[in-house]
């Protein structure tokens, strides 16, 4: 029974996860809700596809601290975004803002598509293009034909 009970609580520290820590949490509930759904839209530097809230690095540990300065200073969630963008650029969301400067990498999936699709239709009216033989040209390639063989 005891060793059921460790097993459980055990799993459940491991879902808490490290922005778990009550030490670190916000006093104010919905300052420490607000900074936990922004934690989800933040990436991990050193992880690269996980959340901060995800991960247990160092790094992740220390942009939690830095959204929750944030919070407690009054800022609103764009606030905080701008001011984590402008120190990491836009690799520290998870979904970054369309701007030219990533304007290729949101839109290359689409062109490359549309590339696909024209070339296809560039071969298919090619293969339409054909016409029979007139009757003259039939004429031609069967006297062609009768001069190769032996």
Do not use: H
């Amino acid at each position: 029974m005891r060793r059921r009970l460790f097993v459980v609580l055990a799993a459940l520290m491991l879902m808490a996860g490290a922005a778990s820590d009550p030490s670190e949490r916000l006093r104010d509930p919905a300052q420490e809700t607000r900074a936990r759904a922004l934690f989800t839209q933040v990436r991990c530097l050193v992880c690269q596809n996980e959340s901060i809230d995800d991960s247990d690095a160092e790094l992740a540990g220390d942009l939690r601290k830095v959204v929750r300065e944030q919070i407690a200073a009054g800022r609103t969630d764009a606030q905080v975004k701008t001011f984590l963008t402008d120190r990491y650029g836009q690799f520290v969301l998870l979904k970054p803002a369309f701007s030219p400067a990533n304007a290729l990498l949101w839109l290359g999936p689409f062109l490359a598509a549309l590339a696909g699709l024209a070339l296809l239709a560039g071969r298919w009216r090619r293969r339409e293009a054909t016409q029979d033989l007139s009757g003259e040209e039939e004429t031609r390639l069967a006297a062609l034909l009768d001069d190769e063989a032996p």
